[in-house]
């Protein structure tokens, strides 16, 4: 075992940890059913499997965050007890969560010391911390003013933070939880540099993704979970993206979709100079101007929180308008409720499909008639639900859609995540509308939900639907659209053709880099 | 009669009851910042004042002991303190109906107990008037009056302001304690106690409300009577919105509302043709329209009122 300083806090080496035989029982699932797994001072494994697979649940474990029901955890071939994060951190085990765990008004430095032994009482001295920051910062090329409030940075940057006070404190297992969610493809590199370098000076990685061409990229190992169990652990040579995938799903899986030529139509909607207000006050939104052609689909990539958000709210009466003025089928719908939207046949599926989507304690059926409830044939004279047509409309849908669930009346929250988007999409599809505008309609879905969607929309994109498509994920617009929008603080950067869109030139518009600047 | 209110506001009799009357706000409130900050919004306070307004007055009633009397009264107010953190804290329970709880609690209990074991008021005496030796003869502009001459309680609840202060922005303590009222989740994975800091916090700030309650039993008023805070811990609670989270901005708040209700006492005497309703009125008015415009600022605890859960 050796002994090395970084940051003025010295630290335990993890030669290897091991999990052996972890259960863990949440009421109703079985999230993690005797899984193996280990890692090594000085590789990246990954972890790999789809939203419930156990992948989280696995490595709270590890954090101590959840107590496992049965197995145990040994550390350089000693047991250990992870009772709680303080217990991890002590033996050296740190964690870069999905949610960033920073709290926003207090400064770099500040988070850092939070929770700080030997600083815990008493008056802050922050001295030490600044010092071992900025050392940090300059053995690892990772820019961070250490008096800066977490509020004032990019979520690129509150990254390198995490990862900074991970270091700081001793990590010397780091756990990664979808590290890459948030980043540009030029940060994901430099994430990458980063963690190589940390694998070079010994430390051992866990990265959590699904995101195979990664954990293709970075990874030595990797492990794959499926429904709470193991199914193997591969070394990342003898890994390909089809194997990976279909170890994920249990089954073949398409990486590709057949898509046909389909003649752009007439103009659907057009956004015209569109300024709107974020939720924070400022202008989320600025000048946007958009058309959007029947039978295509637009891809609007960028990282999250760039107005993605405020663009899909104010085409669908959700947001109200700065200024700016917006047409469907040549109409002027500028300042239109999300009633009158919905009548002229503007579809929506919302980013936040729990909140926004559904009432989830609402039913299967309720659920699908929450726009036309009032309309015939499922309301009689607009004033009496007519539950035998709503149940009928119902069964096809869920026929139709592949919905899987017990019945028409099961509350939509007892579905899963796939489940649910499939009934958002029939309700939205089933109106036949002109536009559509999908927000993340695939994310937290699972690989065959998601495979379905996709091609549903691109069933839509023949009918003849304009499809303007939202996602934080590039591969999912590559795959899709026919052209691609990227939005940078509230601004479309520039739009390319989907065909010439290199991962590169998109990577730098989303970091703000206009077209002809790069 | 305009002429006799502006006089009035520049009196030095004003300016000193400002100051006086500005104690029990201050303690309350600087006790309900410190719970805010961490995330329990705890609207007991005029409860926990009740009750620590009676223990300090019955203590010093039957021992004449004015140690004690602040002793029990810090005594019942960090107990209800803590039972306000068992019930928010533990069972999670909604807060503002908790806190309602609290308040009723202490409303009938503080009743209950002063008719069954005093039954008519009278008066104790309480702590007496200490005069700064030196600055409390300071004729200019009444200063010596208006700063230098009030009981020990006075001194004590403006000396906290700083040391509130000091203790949020400066110390290991306040960074938690700011840290688990922004992001629970975020302190929780560094290895900080979210309900260790909220149960002290919350005690703490019930110890404070019932110091506030004494000093109007014990040094202010020197009796108990039914309902005696007659709200002042509502307002105590409005004022940390008012002040912004902040022990200085507290403060401000107090004095501001203390300053009016003292204008109207004095008005109330200088000129009695204002119906006396309008008088007692206008420094809650003025409390509300402050409001409006304290706007939300980033000190707000964004999990304030949110029990937190780990997972």
Known sequence: MTQSSVGGMTHQRIDRLVMRGIVKQFPGVLAADHIDFDVQSGEVHALLGENGAGKSTLMKMLYGLYQPDEGTIEVNDSPVKIGSPQDAIRLGIGMIHQHFMLVPSLTVAENVALGMRGIRDGVLRLDDVVRGLLELSEQYNLKINPHTPIWQLAVGEQQRVEILRAL?????????????AVLTP????????????????????????????????????????????????????????????????????????????????????????????????????????????SGEIVGVAGVSGNGQHELAQVIVGLRPLESGAIYVDGNDVTGKSPAVMNRLGVSYIPEERMIDGVVKEFTVAEN??????????????????????????????????????????????????????????????????????????????????????????????????????????????????????????????????????????????????????? | MIDDIIGTVFKASVAASTIRLATPYIFASLGETLGQRSGVLNLGVDGIMLMGAFFGYYAVLTTESLILGVLAALFIGGLMGLAMAFISVTLKAEQGISGIGVYLFGLGMSELLFQEFVGTPQSVDGFPRISIPGLSDLQFLGLGDIFFNHNLLVYVAFALVPMTAFVLNRTNFGLMIRAVGQNPEAADAMGVSVTRVRYLTVT??????????????????????????????????????????????????????????????????????????????????VTIIALMFASKRRERPDALTVPFERG
């Open chain 1, 368 to 518: 699908l008639v929450l726009q036309d409830h009032a309309r015939e044939p499922f309301a009689r004279g607009g004033l009496f639900m007519n539950f035998k047509a709503i149940t009928e409309a119902c069964q096809r849908a869920i026929r139709d859609y592949e919905i899987k669930t017990p019945n028409t009346e099961t509350p939509v929250k007892n579905l899963s995540g796939g489940n649910i988007q499939k009934l958002i999409l029939a309700r939205e599809l089933s109106r036949n509308p002109h536009v559509l505008i999908a927000a993340q309609p695939t994310r937290g879905v699972d690989i065959g939900a998601m495979e379905y969607i996709h091609q549903r929309l691109l069933d839509e994109r023949e009918k003849g639907t304009a499809i303007l498509l939202i996602s934080e994920d590039l591969d999912e617009i590559r795959l899709l659209a026919d052209r691609i929008a990227v939005l940078f603080e509230g601004e479309i950067v520039g739009i390319v053709d989907s065909a010439d869109a290199d991962v590169e030139t998109l990577g730098l518009m989303m970091a703000g880099v206009r077209e002809h600047e790069s």
């Open chain 1, 186 to 293: 030029q940060e994901v590199d430099d994430l990458f540099r980063i963690l190589r370098q940390m694998t070079d000076d010994g430390h051992a990685l866990i990265f959590i993704s699904h995101k195979l061409h990664e954990v293709l990229a970075i990874s030595h190992r990797v492990t794959v979970l499926r429904d709470g169990k193991k199914i193997d652990t591969i070394p990342t040579s003898e890994a390909t993206k089809r194997k990976l995938a279909e170890m994920m799903v249990g089954r073949p899986v398409v990486l590709e979709y057949d898509k046909h030529p389909v003649k752009r139509g007439e103009v659907r909607l057009r956004l015209e100079r569109v300024s709107a207000l974020s939720n924070r006050g400022d202008l989320g939104l600025k000048h946007v101007s958009l058309e959007l052609h």
């Open chain 1, 168 to 180: 700081y404190k001793g990590a010397a297992l780091l756990i990664l939880d979808e590290p890459t």
């Open chain 2, 204 to 285: 703490l700030g019930g110890m404070l409300a019932g110091l506030a309650g004494a000093s109007l039993s014990i040094a202010l008023l020197n009796v108990f009577q039914q309902n005696l805070t007659a709200g002042q811990g509502f307002i105590a609670v409005a004022l940390v919105y008012f002040g912004g989270w902040r022990p200085y901005g507290v403060l401000l708040g107090a004095m501001l509302f203390s300053f009016v209700n003292a204008l109207q006492l004095q008005i109330g005497i200088s000129a009695p043709e204002i119906p006396s309703e309008f008088a007692v009125m206008a420094p809650y008015v």
